[in-house]
């Protein structure tokens, strides 16, 4: 089978993730590597949903299932969000002047979240201030996968071809049902259904990510 990307470890300790109170008194000055500018690599990888905690900690969602790629950096970096509440007065400057760069003290797992300790976000009002906000990291960041791992970023825009050289068409997302990944692809023609092929050694010969291209034993007539 060909498995999901790999989990990744986590920064911190998992139950431990509030600080003491020295930790988060200031934030720390910008390192050499703490460029605040977002990377043209930028991948977005979750969105915030609330506070989390007294200490400025932040509740996350994800968007993968398995979500490793934000414990592979310690450097988060920031985007408003297009869909946030209106804030409240006493949060309004804070959300007009949201940081760019967050760096990361601690995170971990809980359920289907992701929470977080960052050095910008002091208290509870600068962590309320963020709800809404888009997080991204550097794809360079992400660690080599193992043989047979592929990050679904990486999957994301391939073109599908089976062994017959018919051309299925290009993946634009992926499904998590469980056991494994389904690739989701869209057809070159306008009226045409989406394709689920599972992402398995059955169905799956070769990812080819020089030449952008996934090779698959699958007979969309089937």
Not at 143 to 151: D, L, N, R
Request: hydrophobic share 40%.
């Amino acid at each position: 089978m060909v498995p999901p990307p790999p989990r990744l470890p986590r920064l911190g300790p998992a139950d431990a993730v509030e600080p003491g109170p020295q930790d988060l008194s200031l934030p720390l000055p910008l390192a050499d590597d703490d460029d605040p500018r977002l990377p043209a690599d930028a991948v977005e990888v979750a969105r915030v949903i609330g506070a989390w905690g007294i200490k400025g900690g932040i509740k996350l969602k994800p968007f993968s299932a398995d979500p490793q790629a934000l414990f592979s950096s310690k450097r988060w970096f920031v985007q408003a969000g297009t869909s946030r509440a209106a804030p409240k007065p006493a949060h309004a400057a804070r959300r007009r002047s949201l940081p760019r760069l967050l760096r990361i003290v601690q995170a971990r797992e809980q359920g289907e979240f992701i929470v977080a300790i960052c050095q910008e976000l002091p208290d509870r009002d600068a962590a309320e201030a963020m709800v809404g906000a888009r997080i991204l990291i550097s794809r360079a960041s992400f660690p080599t996968p193992g043989e047979k791992e592929h990050y679904w970023v990486d999957l994301i825009g391939l073109a599908v071809r089976n062994r017959q050289g018919l051309e299925l068409g290009t993946v634009t997302t992926l499904i998590e049902t469980g056991p494994h990944c389904v690739l989701t692809i869209q057809p070159d023609a306008p009226d045409a259904e989406e394709l689920l092929i599972p992402f398995v050694d059955a169905y799956v010969d070769e990812v080819d990510h020089e030449a952008r291209i996934i090779l698959v034993d699958w007979d969309p007539g089937d």
